[in-house]
């Protein structure tokens, strides 16, 4: 089992970025900013509807070969698809950027 806790200077930065965040969301919504504005993008995909926690259930429920098959008729080279596993997906899930 993964630690909870960061262990390199990466994960605390980013765990920092993330009680900053949560801190600031708080202020705006204590202060009432949100009854005039609306909270979407990647923080609000993320943080009000779990897209990290959907994108690992999609994942772990892949069947890879299917999906290999079906996606093998639109390669030139289906070969190409070897490197698809769940590690691969998930580190590509882990580059998405929502803007």
């Known amino acids: 089992m993964p630690s909870p806790l960061p262990e390199t200077p990466g994960e605390m930065l980013i765990a920092l970025r993330e ?4 801190l600031a969301l708080l ?3 204590r202060a009432k900013f949100f009854n005039h504005t609306a909270f979407y993008g990647g923080t609000a995909l993320r943080i009000l509807y779990g897209l990290d926690r959907l994108l690992n259930e999609a994942i772990n429920n892949l069947d890879i070969n299917a999906a290999r098959k079906e996606v093998a008729p639109f390669i030139k080279d289906a070969r190409k ?3 698809w596993s769940k590690d691969f997906f998930r580190s590509a899930a882990q580059m998405i950027v929502v803007i």
């Open 27 to 29: 202020g705006l919504w």
């Open 19 to 22: 009680v900053l965040q949560s």
């Open 81 to 83: 698809l070897d490197i």
